[in-house]
């Protein structure tokens, strides 16, 4: 008769599985108990406690020191070391570069800017770029783990730029291999579809994103996924006629003064509209005019619940958003709810880490992937690019 007792193999499969399950069992919760941990995870009181030994350990977890209260062994509790490691998400534009820095957790713990036109060279645009990186991993004193790329234009699976309307030399850059000499893990993807995975990320389960800015977009979110298509060009309309995005712009820096910086007249146009000024309030009339044909266009296909408008001009939605709603009821048999976000300009920023995260998650935490690491105070052994 052959022996029923697992081999060392389930054991080892067994414990790896475990591992995950408590891991994640902490990281939902946050500060947590051992009796809670037991509880979400549905595994042994036993099993569990050898599994937070083992977590802890391998610095994956801290377990805090209980406040003592009355008689008794005090209960401990456990908490994800979010401060482990470090992402960075970049937001590479024609105008500027943005950064920002999280941990483990998605918290923000550092922010940079560095101005270019769309005329800037390419390798000057990439060491703007890595300037950023630099700056952010400065000021958190942190050692950046993984950079999230959201750049302008139709990005490959590869990571490099297909085609870009608004800088003239981009084309072409493989931003995956250039980052990679920073951090061992590089995610990279277009703007509009990671500033949708930001508004994703703060609970939009089924929305049309309209990036509105210096560079305007479209992005879905449908049943709480980023839909990204077969080539990562869904909801992609800056190639068709009648969109004329580009022109839109014009409408609204025809009405403030020709010296005033390109980058700083679309804000001046919506000032204006806000303090009444007739040319301004129709110049904005006319760009939501345009931006609404897209945005339509997205919405009679896909039905969503939602329409959110982010990107920078979403800090004007309140000159903006009567205007497109105008529109849009003339253009749809249906409109959505709409909304502003509320992640300004960072969103493209704050997208990318959350790709990188979960960049990060696969790498590290997937069923398939094996033990967990041993987690160096400030570095990240186990990835291998």
Known sequence: MGSTMPDAGDQTRLRQLNERAVLAAVRAAGDVRVAQIVEQSGLGRTAVEEVLSSLVSRRWLVEESPAIR????????????????????LDIGAFSVRGVLTDLEGRTLATRRQSVTPET?????????????????????????????????????????????????????????????????????????????????????????????????????????LRRGAYGAAADMSALRGVAWEVALEHLHAVVPAEIPEMDKA???????????????????????AMAVAAATAISIVDPQLLVLGGTFSQSADVLMEPLAAELDRLCPR???????????????????????????????????????????????????
């Not at 009355?70 to 998400?89: I, K």
Request: net charge positive; proline share 4%; aromatic share 6%.
């Open 70 to 89: 009355g008689r008794g062994r005090p209960a401990r509790s456990y908490r994800f070391r979010a401060e482990a490691g470090y992402v960075v998400g």
């Open 121 to 225: 060279p390419r390798l000057e645009r990439l060491a703007a770029a890595d300037e950023v990186v630099a700056a952010c991993a400065r000021e958190a004193d942190a050692e950046v783990w993984a950079i999230g790329v959201g750049t302008t234009g139709l990005v490959d699976a590869a990571g490099t730029v297909v085609r870009a309307n608004a800088i003239p030399d981009w084309a072409g850059t493989d931003l995956a291999e250039y980052f990679g000499r920073s951090a061992p893990l590089v995610v990279v993807d277009n703007d509009s579809q990671l500033a949708a995975l930001a508004e994703q990320r703060q609970g939009a389960t089924d929305m049309v994103f309209l990036h509105a800015g210096r560079r305007t977009g479209l992005a879905l979110v449908l049943d709480g996924r």
């Open 267 to 289: 804000e001046r146009a919506f000032a204006a509209a806000r303090d009444g000024d007739r040319a301004a309030v129709n110049a904005v009339r006319k760009y939501a005019r």
């Open 335 to 385: 409109v959505p709810e709409l909304r502003a976000s509320s992640l300004g300009a960072l969103c493209v920023a704050l997208g990318a880490c959350s790709l990188a995260l979960d960049a990060l998650d696969e790498r590290l935490l997937a069923r398939s992937r094996g033990p967990l690491p041993t987690l160096a105070a400030g570095s990240l052994h186990a990835p291998t690019r």
